[in-house]
């Protein structure tokens, strides 16, 4: 079993008009856009997530599906950072990926998921419901396609061994993360936009959540497995955490 983590661009970020509200307003960050391959024990290939529509290779101020970061974001993205050429480095095209784990439909995790008609598509009851309704602010081209496979689940799933997705709702309904058994690295939990950086835990900041009060919920629960599991948690977005970890084509086993 393996896990690869993919380099999928860069956000140049206002961190605290986008991360951390109220807390270092002003202060400009570069985030990681992030993606992850698991290659299971029983011969599968698993993405979750697909990062940023390629559109903002050549338009870097491409529309977000309806939502408006004005002046708090820039897109950081080059052909290598397209999730497509990401895989291929690795020897797999989009026609490879047996599931494809879809977090949560924000434009910088969901933005190709259009690419991956072969896939089984697997995303909570929850976030599958918000993202269709009619005024959902969401890319609806990359996604509200009629050839896509989805596999809607309720709650905490093993998806294959050794693999369990979790609910972790706040920052939007339905989010979801993911906890890996690896045989020889251990256990890892990949929280994605459960907790972006260290500062939300630190400063118990979720202003930029949808629903602050369930996202603080949901990074205890992370917190709480990855202390009784022994596992590593990684953040979605933090710069300093991004540093010190494998990116494709090294990987955790």
Known sequence: ??????????????????LTPGLDVGTWWTIPIVGYLIQTDDNRNILVDTGMDKVHIEDPDASFGGTAFGEVLKVQMTEDDYVVNQLAKLGLAPEDIDLLIA????????????????????????CYDDIMRPDAPYPRATFDIPNLKWEIIDGDVEIAPRVTLL???????????????????????????????????DKDNWGAYSDPDAARASAKKLQEIAARENAMLLYGHDPNQWKTLKKAPEYYS
């Not at 690869?4 to 008009?17: P, Q, T």
């Not at 910088?108 to 995303?123: E, L, P, Q, Y």
């Not at 994605?192 to 260290?198: A, E, G, K, L, P």
């Open 1 to 18: 079993m393996r896990l690869y983590i993919l380099h999928l661009g860069n956000c140049y970020v206002d961190k605290g008009g986008v």
């Open 167 to 201: 609910k972790t709702p706040g920052h939007v309904p339905g989010h979801m993360s993911v906890l890996l058994d690896l045989p020889e690295t251990g256990k890892m939990v990949i929280g994605i936009d459960t907790i972006y950086v260290q500062d939300n835990l």
């Open 103 to 126: 977090t949560h439909f924000h434009f910088d995790h969901a933005g190709n998921t259009r690419d991956f008609t072969a896939s089984k598509i697997v995303v909570q009851r929850d």
